[in-house]
Every structure is written in C-alpha cells, then in structure tokens.
C-alpha cells in the first residue's frame, strides 16, 4: 500500500499532538484547536491505529501560510548555513579552540572532531609568537584601519571572517593573529577598568 501524502501530513500532526499531550503543551494544543474530547480519543490510540493512518485518503487540518514565521525559519537556516560555512573555512586555516568558542559557541570535543577529520593542521597548542616585523604590521592595521563600528563591546572584530583575511592578507598565522589581537584587547580592558577605578 502506497502512503498517500495525507496520510504523512495527519501522522506528522497527530504524532506532534500526541508529544503536546504528553508535556502538557496546554498552549500548543489550543493554537491546534484540539479540544478536551479530541485529547481523550487521542490519548487512548495504539500503534497499530496510527498505522492504519496510511491508508487516509484526506485530513483532518485546516491549513494556513503563516509568512512570518516562514521567513523568520528561513532566515534562521540561511544564518546557521552561513556559521557553518565561516566554521570550516576557519577550522580549515586553523582557528584556535577560544576563538571558535567566541564566535560560534563550539564545544572542546567537537572542536577536536572536526580538526581530526582534517589534515595538515598544526598540533594544538600555544601557537608561535610572531616576529616584530609581523607584530608592527599588524598593529598597524588593528589600530589604525580598523573602525570602531567593525568591532564589539570587547573590541574583538564583529566578523570572524576578517580575521581570516587579515591573517591572509599579512601572511601570519591565524592563530597569531588571534593570540596579539586578544592580547591587546585585554590590555585595552585593564587599562580602562584601571582608569574607572582611579575615578570613584
């Protein structure tokens, strides 16, 4: 027997319904309309009664767009598409673990799963320092071309993907990029956490 495609959208439904009834999503289910006589026959179905589901030919929904919602969900997966492409191309050119975990949130077991599955990464660790030739041209940089609005409340780039750049741009390891730059971000923070000390 062929699953008509009614068939899918009532078992989808009522199997969310039955999940609502079983945490007491009382919100959810009156949104669905699904009144206390509709809970009880619900409640009181079996496997093989939703089984029997395959064979409806029509359902029991009453359908709507709602386009808000669609383009908050598509905005939202078009965003988590977008982390996920900046997530390799950074764990690609070898983004420390404090970084990732900055930007994106990423856990220390999946860090290392995912540089695993890669090859020609260095080993974690405490990158090089970099030269002062290296060290001048990036401070360069960091102070002087890049705007205030480019950075967050903690001074650090709003895009990670610039960091990326500047590490291509000057030929430095993006780990050394990220080790000076955070370093002078907290000497900026001590510095005026001292300045607001000496003013009270």
Known sequence: MVRTKEAELTSAVFLYVLRCIAESDHIALQQLK?????????????????YRIDSFRSHCLKISFNREVFWTLINYMEEQRENEIQLEQLINHDAPYNMLECFFGISNR??????????????????????????????????????????????????PIQYLALAQELEIPLRSIWLLTERWNDMDRRASQKKHNKME
């Not at 006589?37 to 409640?43: A, D, P, V």
């Not at 405490?126 to 102070?143: G, K, M, Q, V, Y």
């Open 110 to 159: 999946e860090y290392t799963q995912r540089r695993r599955a890669k090859t020609g990464l260095t080993n974690v660790g405490r990158p090089h320092e970099p030269s002062d030739s290296e060290t001048d041209a990036l401070l360069e940089i960091w102070f002087k071309r890049i705007k205030k609005n480019d950075k967050d409340a903690e001074g650090r780039l709003v895009d």
């Open 34 to 50: 699904v009144g206390e006589r509709e809970i009880e026959k619900l409640r009181a179905l079996g496997i093989l009664d939703l």
